[in-house]
């Protein structure tokens, strides 16, 4: 299984950003997928996850309102579109596909892709 994130960047703060990652190796329907976080010095935490189908999504408290996750599924591809954005967003960000949206909001997931670096300054 491989998840290839891209779309990370240096953005000034009240900007916008969309990540990207690309799924293959598993049949990407059969998947919930999930963006997850992390900053130098703090832990990984949830961002945002997407059921199978797409009808349902979940999203961390810090980033509701401002992001929003999307899939496709004919192209294998989650999306994380990030607006409103304020440099304590700045992370590492990990894409993810696992069984189900509350597992990962637990931290819970089945697979995990290399991060993409997004940077806001102030």
């Known amino acids: 299984v491989q998840l290839q994130a891209s779309g990370g960047g240096l953005v000034q703060a009240g900007g916008s950003l969309r990540l990207s990652c690309v799924a293959s190796g598993l049949t990407f329907s059969s998947y919930a997928m999930g963006w997850f976080r992390q900053a130098p010095g703090k832990e990984r935490e949830f961002v945002a996850a997407?059921?199978?189908?797409?009808?349902?999504?979940y999203y961390a408290d810090s980033v509701k309102g401002r992001f929003t996750i999307s899939r496709d599924n004919a192209k294998n591809t989650v999306y994380l579109l990030m607006n409103s954005l304020k440099p304590e967003d700045t992370a590492l960000y990990y894409c993810?596909?696992?069984?189900?949206?509350?597992?990962?909001?637990?931290?819970?997931?089945?697979?995990w892709g290399q991060g993409t670096q997004v940077t806001v300054s102030s």
């Open positions: 997407m059921s199978k189908g797409g009808g349902n999504t």
């Open positions: 993810t596909a696992g069984g189900y949206g509350p597992e990962m909001v637990r931290g819970r997931s089945d697979y």
